[in-house]
Nanobody, 120 residues
Framework: VQLVESGGGLVQAGGSLRLSCAAS????????MGWYRQAPGKQRESVATITDVGYTYYADSVKGRFTISRDNAKNTVYLQMNSLKPEDTAVYYC???????????????WGQGTQVTVSS
């Protein structure tokens, strides 16, 4: 399974960006999809996740500003980021839990990451 992210870039504080992540390859089912981020010198942290039926989780630091959504028909997850702050600057990674066939176990896949930089 391959995850390809897009939509990162440079934005001023208060601005918005929308990240997309498309999963491709041998996919029978996808359960949880999510976004994580890693700032320089810090550990990777969970930003937001969404289940196949739409249950969502958000880190406290992004609640009310970020919105996660997914299109199951396209195997794609999105992250709408509004009111961006300099502390949101990080490499953002897409994650998905997938099965390649009915009896498979759940596999964890990661994208290559996309840089988000918020200037003050």
């Amino acid at each position: 399974v391959q995850l390809v992210e897009s939509g990162g870039g440079l934005v001023q504080a208060g601005g918005s960006l929308r990240l997309s992540c498309a999963a491709s390859g041998s996919i029978f089912s996808i359960s949880v999809m999510g976004w994580y981020r890693q700032a320089p010198g810090k550990q990777r942290e969970s930003v937001a996740t969404i289940t196949d039926v739409g249950y969502t989780y958000y880190a406290d630091s992004v609640k009310g500003r970020f919105t996660i959504s997914r299109d199951n028909a396209k195997n794609t997850v999105y992250l709408q980021m509004n009111s961006l702050k300099p502390e949101d600057t990080a490499v953002y990674y897409c994650n998905a839990n997938t099965k390649e066939y009915r009896g498979d176990y759940w596999r964890d896949s990661w994208g290559q990451g996309t840089q988000v930089t918020v200037s003050s």
